[in-house]
């Protein structure tokens, strides 16, 4: 079974459940085994940071029972899912990879997680990351890095990098992880997994805990698109426990593999795609025709001339495969792109010195008091419970938002925020369906080999764009650079995920056995 | 724009840091070096540009003043670090104020 | 002392607890009371993950009170964090108002102290904002007690223009904004349970002088008259420190109610760069014209108004009128009973005697009182068409109010109802005039004065049902 479950898409296993050809407990039990045999612990991949076996088993024994008539047990039915530890799920501790959560366990969940619970997920795991989200590799993490599963003296990238490296290693075929600068795409491009990152307000932030909250969202990860499709579908709409959720309807992504436009969905046949009770019919496979009509933009800013060559070349390699479908690709600017990382490492870290504040020892969490008063405790608290690079970017925002620098900083960059968006905009507006980019300018560099920070903050030059306009974004596999895997990137605009899944379910059916090669 | 180490110290005071004096120069340079990548953007014409404020130009959700409030599952005991008789335990303020300070 | 060259100038800071079920962000209840902690939920709390949404009647409540103020409502107001560490402050935030705020303008008019004149306060902004929660430092020692069921409840904060010169035109300020603000029915207003905070700025500048001395702000007053208290306390320290060749610092104070002094506050001015930037977990309060046309349109009346109106209608004198609507509900009361009886005069009397006295008593407010409006009407019919008389209809008013029951039913069930039947008066006028034969001789005599006398024991005997006027009317005839 295990060589089978590490194969098998999210879609699959929920059918073979729904079928009754396996039972919940099976695919647990799957899941725990593909996990020792990899090895997910601190001495090995450190992937997870918190696991119970037992529980889960529990779990998925009595939603064995509760089941019933099979057909009815969900879209996501006995699918064990790993999740990124920034999101608050009951039972399992939330700790954001930091010392000042150590042993914390939410007394309530995030609406995604209760989502996918409602729809049959199985929740197995949470994952190693960047400490508090801060980071492009994992390495910020209190707990030590998480390891590539393609080679292990890499990184996985960041910060969901744990979630990323679940995928790879075939421990359970969907995730959750978060966005704020490229956390989820990034990561999936270094491990050869799908990433997205949906429109801002897509899925509620309620349960995540937040670190820049203009920017954040939770991402899903998956071995293909079909992967990524289904568990957006599942966790995305409106949420009034979040005041920027979206009540935008949610289509079913899954159908965008047949191309054309969304289907009424309204109607009957739809919702019972939507909840499980019909498959999606088999796509048929890429002709000449799949993508005609589209046209795809590259973006010139992003295709720098020192862009790792390998890469460029996977990227050309993908902008063929489109042609030979029948899109047309379109040269295009995107020019206040190159100002994203300043305006990126100004914002994200101003919200995110006001979003931990919370953490001061006073009502949760880690307490240090040196018995010298309040502040003593606040102080040495904080000092010992967040990590370097989170002291620093909160030194950072609480610097840029201070009197005297608002202006200059702060407010400067929110304009410039704006004109960054304002591209994205021009572009779809003048007849661009989706913009094809790199996902990362680099391969997966190794554990230790970046240590200064802006140098780490490059990492996220070509994803950072996306969060900033609040544009939907996803990673796809597109090739291999000396075995380590290579992630191209798909943009579309806002709250249109069923063109971004159109073009993405196109390039990984042209690549084929190509895409990890 | 260069921080100066007082610059770190005060903004370590404001964010409750407690930032040691070795690792203060060491954050003052990293953070000047930081900042020094974000002068470009003192040169981008920004006249009339508004702020993002969101996508779309609604407005903020209003919720009826009514309810139950969301779903606690543990008590506030499990998670506090110190709560004596249902309050919330903390040191005291080394130079104790009263009410005047708290509220708004 | 050179105290009359100097000028005071005072701002004052008001911050009002709306009058909301639940908190401004979370569906946590408001009430007052409970033990501590429990009205708290995952956003209150500030826990990881947790987000606000904004309370529609909180929106409500405080639209109405800036129009109430004569302020102008913003269609597009923005939410700001004001970011500061204290354990009561669970976000190690508060979400304000910065910037754009909900209202800006507006005044509140006061007789000025000496001359009687109106006079214009004017206020700078009004916007929303949430409570902390309280820290009770003296219940363990070398601890601070935290308790979060406040956190959250919803405020305004009204800041008024520096445009008040005296000590007595701050009380007048004070109080009638919490006329205002009870008229509108937004808040509870009260000083001692919170729901009204104070806090003032403060500078001198000799008289004549157009620029402003530096201020001071002075917080931990816990009454109007503390404030006063304070205001003058403080000008006296500044225009001392002045006279004497020194300088103003810009600091805060706290009063010292116990000692009549005020005192520095010993946290450090320099620590309050607030780094106020939009809150990104809210978008823009956007309300449009209809909205606030509509609330606009059912804006309760206001005192003001009030008071005209009830002069007109009644013809109740000024200082009258003021008693009467210091608080709405004793006007409504009032009004109730003033337009069921057809007696405004009657209405005033009685209550501003027996109800207010009755309310004195027994320490409750009208919404205890168990004498419905008509009924007190129907009682002042009763004594004006002669059923009662006025000394039995103040019996009937106790019974009333101990047994809530109409006026017609008690003044029959205790046969107080006044007797104006010729044949029994007469036959109580000729019993006594043969118990008391003394002063009978002396009355029927001649000595008018007599009267009087002759008519209590007639009242005495009737148990105070005899109509007097008929009792005067029979001995007159008696005595020829």
């Known amino acids: ?517 | 724009m260069a921080v100066t180490r007082e610059d770190v110290l005060h903004i370590a005071e404001l964010a409750r840091l407690g930032v040691d004096n070795a690792r203060a120069d060491e954050l003052t340079k990293e953070l000047s070096a930081i900042l020094a990548h974000m002068d470009v953007l003192s040169q981008v014409d920004t006249t009339g540009v508004p702020a993002t404020t969101g996508i779309g130009g609604e407005g903020t959700p209003l919720r009826p003043d009514v309810g139950v409030p969301p779903m606690m599952e543990r008590t506030l005991e499990s998670f506090a670090p110190s709560m004596r008789d249902g309050f919330f335990i903390v040191p005291r303020l080394a130079t104790h104020e009263d009410s005047a300070e708290s509220g708004a | 002392m050179s105290r009359e060259r100097f000028e005071m100038v005072v701002g004052l800071e008001v911050h009002v607890q709306l009058k909301t079920r639940t908190k401004a962000f979370c569906a946590c209840s408001t009430d007052f009371g409970a033990p501590p902690n429990v009205n708290t939920c995952p956003v209150c709390l500030a826990l990881p993950g947790a987000l606000p949404v904004l309370n529609e009647r909180a929106v409500e409540l405080a639209t109405r009170a800036a129009l109430g103020l004569g302020c102008q409502v913003n269609p597009v107001s923005v939410f700001a964090r004001k970011n500061y560490f204290y354990p009561d402050l669970p976000k190690g935030y508060q979400i304000s108002q910065f910037d754009q705020p909900l209202a800006t303008g507006g005044f509140i008019a006061i007789a000025a102290k000496d001359s009687g004149a109106e006079l214009k306060i004017g206020i700078t902004r009004l916007h929303m904002e949430e409570d902390a929660g309280k820290s009770i430092h003296d219940r363990y020692p070398g601890a601070t007690a935290i308790d979060l069921n406040r956190a959250g409840v919803p405020l305004i904060e009204i800041v008024s223009e520096p445009d008040i010169r005296s000590s007595a035109d701050a009380g007048a300020y004070l109080r009638t904004l919490k006329q205002i603000l009870q008229y509108l029915e937004v808040s509870d207003v009260s000083m001692e349970e919170g729901s009204l905070r104070v806090d003032a700025n403060i500078s001198v500048r000799p008289q004549g002088q157009s620029r402003l001395g530096t201020k001071t702000e002075v917080k931990n007053m816990n009454s109007f008259s503390g404030v006063e208290r304070a205001l003058d306390a403080e000008f006296e320290r500044q225009c001392a420190l002045l006279d004497s060749g020194g300088k103003v610092e810009q600091q805060t104070l706290l009063w010292d109610g116990a000692r009549e002094v005020v005192r520095p506050s010993r946290t450090k001015e320099g620590s309050h760069d607030y780094r106020y930037f939009p809150e990104p977990d809210l978008r823009p309060l956007m309300l449009d014209d209809k909205w606030i046309g509509d609330a606009r349109k059912h804006l309760p009346e206001l005192p003001d108004a009030r008071k005209k109106r009830l002069g007109q209608d009644f013809g109740i004198a000024p200082i009258e009128i003021e008693q009467l609507t210091a608080a709405p509900a004793l006007a409504e009361y009032f009004e109730a009973v003033a337009r069921a009886s057809g007696d405004g005069k009657a209405a005033y009397n009685w209550v501003m005697g027996e109800v207010l006295a009755v309310l004195k008593a027994t320490g409750n407010d009208l919404s205890h009182f168990r004498v419905r409006p008509a009924d007190l009407a129907q009682l002042l019919s009763l004594v004006r068409d002669g059923t009662v008389s006025h000394t039995a209809a103040k019996r009937v008013f106790a019974l009333m109010v101990e047994t809530g029951k109409p006026p017609a039913q008690v003044a029959a069930d205790e046969g107080l109802s006044q007797v104006g039947d010729e044949d029994a008066i007469a036959t109580w006028v000729d019993e006594v005039l043969v118990e008391h034969p003394e002063e009978a001789k002396r009355y029927l005599a001649g000595e008018k004065k007599l009267q009087g006398v002759l008519v209590g024991f007639v009242m005495k005997k009737s148990k105070g049902r005899a109509d007097p006027k008929r009792v005067n009317q029979l001995l007159s005839t008696r005595g020829g």
């Open chain 1, 1 to 517: 079974m295990s060589v089978e479950f590490t194969k098998l898409g999210a879609a699959a296993i929920a059918s073979n459940v729904r079928a009754g050809d396996v039972s919940p407990p099976d695919m647990v039990r799957a899941s725990f085994n593909r996990a020792r045999e990899i090895g997910v612990g601190r001495d090995t991949l450190n992937i997870y940071l918190h696991s119970d076996e037992k529980a889960s088993l529990e779990e998925a024994e009595a939603m064995h029972e509760r089941m019933g008539s099979s057909a009815d047990a969900g879209v996501l039915a006995g699918v064990p899912v790993a999740i990124k530890d920034n999101i608050a799920s009951l039972g399992l501790p939330t700790t954001c990879a930091s010392k000042i959560l150590a042993g914390y366990v939410s007394p309530f969940e995030a609406t995604a997680i209760t989502r996918m619970r409602a729809s049959g997920a199985l929740i197995v795991a949470k994952t190693n990351m960047d400490e508090f989200a801060m980071g492009s590799s994992t390495e910020n993490s209190a707990h030590g890095p998480t390891r590539n599963p393609h080679d292990v003296r890499c990184v996985p990238g960041g910060s969901s990098g744990g979630s990323a490296a679940a995928i790879a290693a075939g421990v359970t075929p969907l995730a959750l992880g978060s966005e704020t600068g490229g956390s989820v795409r990034q990561p999936a491009a270094f491990c050869g997994v799908v990433g997205v990152k949906p429109t801002y307000g897509r899925v509620s932030r309620y349960g995540l805990v937040a670190f820049a909250s203009s920017l954040d969202q939770i991402g899903v990860l998956g071995r293909t698109v079909d992967d990524a499709a289904l568990g957006l579908e599942t966790i995305a709409g409106f949420d009034k426990l979040d005041s920027t959720s979206s009540n935008v309807p949610v289509p079913i992504y899954r159908l965008s593999a047949l191309g054309g436009p969304p289907p009424d969905s309204k109607s009957p046949d739809t919702e019972a795609i939507r909840i499980g009770r019909s498959p999606v019919p088999l796509p048929p496979p890429p002709t000449s025709k799949t993508l005609e009509g589209v046209v795809i933009g590259k973006p010139k800013e992003y295709f720098p001339e020192s862009l790792d060559a390998s890469i460029r070349d996977l990227c050309e390699r993908s902008l063929d495969r489109f042609r030979s479908m029948g899109a047309t690709i379109r040269d295009i600017s995107l020019p206040r792109s190159p100002l994203a990382i300043p305006v990126y490492y100004i914002l994200a870290p101003a919200e995110a010195s006001s979003n931990l504040a919370r953490f001061d020892g006073v009502r949760y969490g880690l307490r240090v008091d040196p018995g010298k008063g309040l502040k003593a405790m606040y102080e040495a608290t904080r000092s010992q419970g967040f990590g370097p690079e989170v002291t620093r970017r909160i030194l950072l925002g609480t610097y840029v938002l201070s009197a005297g620098y608002y202006d200059a900083y702060y407010k400067k960059a929110q304009a410039v925020r704006t004109l960054i968006a304002d591209d994205f905009k021009s572009v779809f507006a003048s007849g661009v369906n989706a913009i094809f980019t790199p996902t990362t300018p680099t391969t997966a560099f190794q554990v230790g080999a970046i240590s200064d920070p802006y140098e780490m903050y490059l990492n996220d030059i070509f994803t950072v764009t996306a969060n900033l306009a609040g544009v939907p974004a996803i990673s796809v596999p597109i090739g291999r650079v000396r075995r380590l895997p290579v992630g191209g990137q798909i943009i579309t605009g806002h709250f249109d995920e069923y063109t971004m899944f159109r073009v993405a379910y196109a390039l990984e059916a042209g690549l084929g056995a190509e895409a990890h090669q």
